[in-house]
């Protein structure tokens, strides 16, 4: 695994979400521009499935991105392209953090 994670690569959006639905996953990480199926369809797909899983959506046209629209797609993180992997690591660490409490 990386940093002590179990790691499942897919290679489309396709092929990520029929991996989710055979596994369970605390986490989906998925790139915004992709042939076939989006970012954005592969995040409304795994919330479908799996409402607390958290999403990091990966984009190079992260400055683009209205709020809106994230919250619209239930994705939890936006990891702009170029990135380094401790920003990776970083960002990893806070979607797996436990929640704060509900009051």
């Known amino acids: 695994g990386v940093a002590g994670h179990d790691v499942t690569v897919a290679t489309s959006g396709a092929e990520g979400l029929a991996l989710f639905e055979r596994g369970t ?20 797909q795994v919330r479908a499935r799996a409402p607390g899983t958290r999403v990091i959506l990966i984009t190079g046209w ?39 409490p509900e009051v």
């Open 25 to 44: 996953f605390d986490l989906v990480c998925t790139d915004l521009g992709m042939p076939g199926m989006n970012g954005w369809e592969v995040a409304r």
């Open 62 to 100: 992260g400055v683009d991105l209205d709020p809106a629209e994230l919250a619209a797609n239930t994705v939890d993180f936006v990891l702009p392209k170029p990135y380094r992997m401790a920003q990776v690591h970083e960002m990893v660490a806070q979607a797996l953090a436990p929640s704060a």
